[in-house]
């Protein structure tokens, strides 16, 4: 599998124009949408990105069950995901405070727009046909522990979208890897 960055910055451009397509669509609202970076990293890089904000992110991760082995994980800063959920529930920004099983739905669609929108481009680009799994939320120490065990087994390649969402004059940052790495599938397994 060949990614460079003209290809990442393709993939880029036209998978955020998905982006907010389907988040005004979900919404009801004007979403702008900006993949802020694309770029192609490391797990060592990325564990320690997750690891700055460890105690105030919200992760959603789901498996790829074919094309490549690997997953898509979400991370949203805590307060900026509660807005979200507001905007995408159509409720006054501040209602929830605590993430209800409803408010977890919304992430997870979240996680599956962002994602499936940046793999559709990609797809085309790379002619790999690639599909996710149902999305899961996860505490960020349960990533934490995937990730060492994956940095220590073996590098994989990632690629970060770095998006920046702008729904009714509030920013809401949010921070898509797919990480491509064959030992993922099995490790994944351990944290369900």
Partial sequence: MEINLEILNN????????VSESLSSLSKKS?????????ISS????????????????????????????MALLTIPREEALILVDLLS?????????????DRSAIKETLNILSNSFLTVLSK???IEFMIGSPIMVPTTSIKKLLEKVSEIEKGE???FTTS????????????YIIFNEKLAKLLEEIK
């Fill in 11 to 18: 993939v880029a451009n036209l998978g955020s124009k998905k």
């Fill in 31 to 39: 979403v702008e949408v900006s993949s802020v970076a694309a770029e």
């Fill in 43 to 70: 797990v060592k890089i990325i564990l320690n990105e997750i690891l700055i904000d460890e105690d105030r992110a919200i992760i959603s991760y789901a498996q790829m069950i074919s094309g490549i082995d690997g």
């Fill in 90 to 102: 159509n409720v006054e920004v501040g209602s929830t405070g605590v993430f209800m099983d409803i």
């Fill in 125 to 127: 680009e790379l002619k």
């Fill in 158 to 160: 990632i690629v970060l």
């Fill in 165 to 176: 969402l702008k729904i009714s004059k509030h920013q809401i940052r949010a921070h898509l």
